[in-house]
């Protein structure tokens, strides 16, 4: 009757730890959909994920700035792009507009938005995200609001909200984000980034900002990168990302923080990577 049932497992592989097991999970996902829009369930890629992937040209990857300079706020960007035992409901198509919740439990990752489930026996922390969309033509608008609880009294709640853009011009497709996240305190943070179509390749530039309620412990990030389509299957890359702390921090770093115990208060750390990407 037109409805559609459909599984989606998928795993990463880590090549340079040297672990016994060196699988990741990146999804674990049960959904059904039809026209009344698509309801799924596990663990899941959220609508903060997948706005991530909307208006950051680099997420994902080594040099994104965004991701550097989020994971050091407590974003949600960050922290929400996968959640467990999750719910999550999308609508369909309504025009422009579509609309999608997410409602999840039982977080014992304490990356999955911070707060961990079972510090205490019996205790639980929820996440519920809510995300409008406007995509017209070349234009591309999405709004998350987010909130955490726990029943733990050790850990805040908090809430956020994201905001993003994206407009293609044809020549160039500029886009930028802006995040507000508050429990105690309220912290920011914002992107902006472009991506120029040249011939069978791209120029792709972005550069994220944030402000934190404690003077002189945010970073800014920049990155600038060139992409060539070899075949249809096959791209290569060459990017360049900095990093560079605020005078009374060290948290902050290139490779979404991967290196940030060689640094000292006020340091930087730049990244320069080339290769290639296959789709099989």
Request: proline share 3%; hydrophobic share 35%; no cysteine.
């Amino acid at each position: 009757n037109g409805m559609k049932v459909s599984i989606n497992l998928e795993y990463s592989m880590d090549t340079e730890k040297g672990v016994a097991v060196p699988f990741g999970t990146r999804q674990e996902m049960l959904a059904l959909s039809g026209d009344f829009g698509k309801i799924s369930s596990g663990y899941l890629q959220t609508t903060a994920y997948y706005f991530n992937v909307k208006f950051d040209p680099t997420y994902g990857s080594a040099v994104s700035p965004l991701q550097s300079i989020n994971k050091g706020t407590g974003s949600m960007l960050d922290g929400a792009a996968r959640l467990t035992q999750t719910i999550a409901y999308a609508t369909p198509k309504m025009g422009p507009f579509s609309a999608e919740v997410n409602y999840s439990t039982g977080n014992a990752d304490a990356g999955n938005a911070g707060l961990p489930s079972g510090a205490t026996a019996g205790l639980k922390t929820t996440v519920t995200l809510l995300s409008g969309i406007y995509a017209d033509g070349p234009l591309t608008v999405q709004a998350v609001y987010g909130k955490t609880a726990s029943d733990n009294a050790v850990f805040t709640s908090t809430t956020e909200t994201i905001l993003g853009a994206s407009y293609d011009l044809g020549v160039a497709k500029i886009m930028g984000t802006y995040a507000s996240n508050k429990a105690t305190v309220t912290n920011s943070l914002f992107s902006l980034s472009g991506v120029i179509p040249m011939g069978s390749g791209s120029v792709v530039a972005s550069y994220s900002a944030n402000s934190m309620n404690t003077a002189n412990t945010g970073a800014k990030g920049f990155m600038a990168g060139y992409t060539q389509n070899l075949s249809k299957s096959t791209t290569a890359y060459v990017a360049f990302e900095n990093v560079k702390n605020d005078s009374a921090t060290s948290g902050y770093s290139v490779m979404s923080n991967g290196v940030v115990t060689s640094l000292t208060a006020g340091g930087s750390s730049s990244l320069l990577i080339a290769g290639l990407r296959k789709k099989f």
